[in-house]
């Protein structure tokens, strides 16, 4: 079981927390862009003040270089600036949902978080939004010239317009070039195993040594149920807070489901029962504090990443099984998708076991874990495409050197019993298609150094 102080755990849960508010952060297009206003507006109602507070000192050489139109002329040239970024934020903003919906069609519907998390898309936006915030506000403050008052043109202020305008549209060209290299299906999968690769160093970071299994005697024949609030995906769970319950309460607490599974509301997420068998607690009591254990685990209308590895395996293996469709039929882009879920696999292969449980500090077991388990991710990146794909000789061998590297990697032997399981299974697939002798003989080959990779030798 897990093994450190009340305090650590606490620690590696509020790390757990703190990459999924920044996953819900990244995923959205507005927060980056909204900022960008703001600090547009605030610049064009300083910027002018302090325009006017050093206009008359400002040397010779330097004035050469600002704006030297009269109030007509800025004004033009602001309206012009205002005019134009509004129509480019719309053509970027109109381009970004083509791109999305290209990407959804081509790959999978569950990528659409990759693109709107794109920061190259947030920083265009801002910089279109900021400008055009900015060149209205400082319009604004252009004045015609009174009987006792001179023009007002502030020149710093409209010479920074003129300059964000030229950093638009060079943002605009690379922004363009960004968007046909975004659309291309092999960015899409190098992106999502980026992400994954992230989950699992962040799984890997927050999850210390465990047991294999948690004894039977510890389970009760009766317990107590935490119900959903509501339906969803559970996307994060405050481990934290459900070992301070289980301390306070005196109770231990078992977790229903992994990260990634979806509920229904009034289903349970959660079982507990207390240590001392008896006692008993009144009606009211105990539904407040399943309630209370509820909250610890956070639900959503889709997946994220952010403590979800199955999601980006997920994702790739989606990918995989709509390009061997008949619509697609591209086995290639299958088969680069395996390399993908290979090297994620072969990462989860390596990695030491995952707790079963956490401990207070007095080592009593308090909160039983759902973890992801590596048989269940590899069904999930393998059943898919072996299904869909083994009809191709292409994917059918890729799939055969998936087993293999996995299986060199894995030195634990339940988790070599998963891809052995996996080995037999698509062995039984190919045999089912109608192959030629000579395919035949390259899939016994293949078959051949897959046997040998589960003995953790490399053939």
Known sequence: MATGTLKGVRWKSFKRTLASLRESFETELWPVPLAAIVVGVGLGIALPLVDRAVDSDLPIS???LLFAGGVDSARAVLGAISGSLITATSLTFSLTVVALQLASSQASPRIMRTFSRDRTVHATLALFVGTFAYALTVLRT????TPTGDPQVPRI?????????????????????????????????????SETSRTIALISATEGEGTPAIPDTLRPTRWELGLARRSGFITGVDRSHLVTIAVREDIVIEEENAVGHSVVRDTPVARW??????FHRDPEETEALGRDISRAFTLAYERTASQDIGFGIRQLADIAARAVSPGINDPTTAVHVLSHLSAILGDLAALPPQPVALTDDGDIVRVILRTHEFGTLMETALEQPRRYGVSDPDVAARLFQLIREVAYRTTQPDRRNDVREQFERLKTSVDAVAYDSVERERFAALAARCATALTGEWA
């Open 62 to 64: 330097l004035l050469a």
């Open 142 to 145: 252009v004045q015609d010239g």
């Open 157 to 193: 202020a409209v010479t920074l317009a003129s300059v964000l305008t030229i950093f638009s549209v060079v943002m605009l060209t690379f922004f363009l070039a960004h968007l046909a290299r975004q659309l291309r299906v092999e960015t899409t999968m190098r992106q999502v195993h």
């Open 273 to 278: 029962w207390p240590r001392d068998v008896l």
